[in-house]
């Protein structure tokens, strides 16, 4: 009986190069998956166990006068099914916006309105005075930690510490497989980094965190959010009227802050609550 064990990436792909390696066709096989394996970042292998069937002739059977013997019908092969990928969580749906607030086609608007009296914070993503501080050593401890990610994922990825500013410690990541981890709009960027950033609380617990850029998406980045926020800050003066933008993570509410902070005649603030906590652009007072 010919026998051979295939690996490769995909079902299809292992059956392919089993039938090639036996000589025969796919249909021919009789296909066994002996282990499946599914990577960060959509890698997965599959490994099968696949044998030749060989077409027995068939006996011939004597059968009652006016009766057909009806052979029973060969067993299916059953191959092991992937398992099912967990659905994504739904986003919030978001609320109505207040009265007297403009919302840019841009932006969306905040979870939970709030009065600018009450609950507003003025500059509340600009880093307070009692922050931590990211030292080198900081710096060695998220290159080692993502190093040891990329090496568990089989990602070719190169990460480089470079800056250490206020709490924040800024890695690049660079290589052939970078690109699996900025996704669409920087999607999977900004999870790869929350998820560090969890990691290095329970690890270290100094408060210090880091800043992931990928494939230089976030300086592009950044002049998108600076363009942006001109554009509606323009808006708003001309209105006499608040703008509230999509929710943001704080690095990116802070790059916000930052655009606006010399333009006269608005200024800016932050509502909400995480993840929700959007900035809000406004007429100066």
Do not use: C
């Not at 392919?16 to 796919?26: H, M, N, R, Y």
């Not at 089989?154 to 699996?180: F, I, M, P």
């Not at 669409?184 to 960027?189: S, T």
């Not at 609380?201 to 592009?220: C, E, H, I, K, S």
Request: zero cysteines; a negative charge.
């Amino acid at each position: 009986m010919q026998v051979t064990e295939v690996t490769a990436k995909s079902l299809d792909e292992a059956k392919a190069q089993a039938a090639k390696q036996l000589g025969v066709s796919v249909d021919q096989l009789n296909v066994q998956v002996l282990e499946e394996t599914k990577g960060l970042f959509g890698k997965s292998n599959v490994r099968i166990r696949a044998e030749v069937v060989e077409a027995a002739p068939a006996k011939p059977a004597r059968a009652p006068r006016g009766k057909a013997k009806a052979e029973p019908a060969p067993e299916p092969v059953v191959e092991a099914a992937p398992e099912p990928e967990p659905e994504p969580e739904k986003p919030a749906k978001p609320a109505r916006t207040p009265r007297g607030r403009s919302k840019p086609a841009e932006a969306e608007a905040p979870a939970k309105p709030a009065a600018k009296a009450a609950k507003a914070e003025p500059k509340a993503d600009a880093p307070a005075g009692n922050e931590p501080v990211a030292t080198a050593e900081d710096a060695d401890h998220f290159v080692t930690l993502l190093n040891d990610l990329m090496d568990r994922a089989e990602l070719d990825v190169n990460v480089q510490s470079t800056e250490v500013a206020g709490k924040y410690v800024n890695v690049r990541l660079d290589g052939k497989d970078a690109g699996y981890l900025v996704g669409k709009h920087g999607e999977v960027l900004n999870s790869l980094q929350y998820l560090i950033n969890i990691v290095a609380t329970q690890q270290w617990g100094n408060g210090v965190r880091t800043v992931l850029d990928g494939n230089d998406f976030r300086a592009r980045r950044e002049q998108q959010l600076t363009d942006l926020a001109k554009k509606i800050a323009e808006a708003v003066l001309e209105r006499g009227e608040e703008a509230v933008l999509d929710a943001l993570p704080a690095f990116e509410r802070r790059l916000v802050h930052k655009a606006l902070s010399e333009m006269p005649g608005v200024s800016t603030y932050s509502e909400g609550e995480e993840p929700n906590r959007r900035v809000v652009i406004a007429p100066a007072d």
